[in-house]
């Protein structure tokens, strides 16, 4: 095969060779991007603008909704123009961008919510202790690490990523993923990447296993409550981390590590869209929906912009 390292552009995975088609899925991904940028800038203003919400809780789920924003903005722009002007093609650089920005988000998004689930243990395990350890600059401290975490994440995997030697430029998937870039590889340095990719899912597997264990001991703290209502408040805060988290987890390891012989085309643009898009999507709902402290800030925030007319 051919050395195409010099190349210019990668050809990304056609939805469909029906121009009707293509147009389809372009509202599709349009609905849901204004559906995921609207549902998160929500977030962001009733959180920034309610003083009542400026608490840890609501700061790192604020911090959450800014990285899914750059999550949901890292990918589908691009696939939304391709299949809107019957396009293939990504630039060399804008492919760099979609790894760096994809690992940048998503590695910060994972430990936001790593710190959420610390967060939620501490104020149902030792409320006494709640303001003394989670105060505002231990919590702007956390916050900070998540992203530069995220960015030094980010930068390691495109680097390890595009050092690689590739035989092909026709990428097997609708944004530059790196397994199916792996798949590309006609030199050793690809091993680089996959050791990369191996150890950031050993550390995303300790965040799991140290968010399933905070939240037991966060469901042993709530039986012990003797008020039903408690109880059910204590659930109705931790059940969408825990459903957020799961679902991020198992499809993204799904995603990195599952061996890529005799694995469809529909079956890896589903798993992408999964832990890529679905996340960003849901979080605004999941966590505001069963929220009465979010429903108000959003309610005050609607009055204000009557009030502004």
Known sequence: MPNLTSTWEFLLLEFSDIREVQILYFFVFLMVYLTAVTGNLLIILAVALDHHLHTPMYFFLMNLAVLDLGTVSALLPKTMANA??????????????????????GGSDFAILTIMAHDRRIAICNPLQYKTIMHRGACIQMAVSAWIAGLINGVLHSGGTFAIIFCSNIINQFFCEVPQMLILACSDMYLVEVGLTILTSFF??????????????????VLKIP?????????????PHVTVVSLLTFTGIFAYLRPQSYISSDLNVLSAVIYAIVPPLLNPFIYSMRNKEIKTALLKL????SILK
């Open 84 to 105: 809107y002007l019957n396009s293939r093609s990504i630039s060399y650089l804008g492919c760099v961008a979609q790894v760096l920005f994809l690992f940048f988000f």
């Open 302 to 305: 609607f009055d204000l912009g």
């Open 204 to 221: 995303i597997l300790g965040c799991f296993i140290f968010i399933i264990v905070s939240y037991v001991r966060i469901f042993e703290a």
């Open 227 to 239: 008020s039903v209502h408690g109880q059910k408040k204590a659930i109705s805060t931790c059940l």
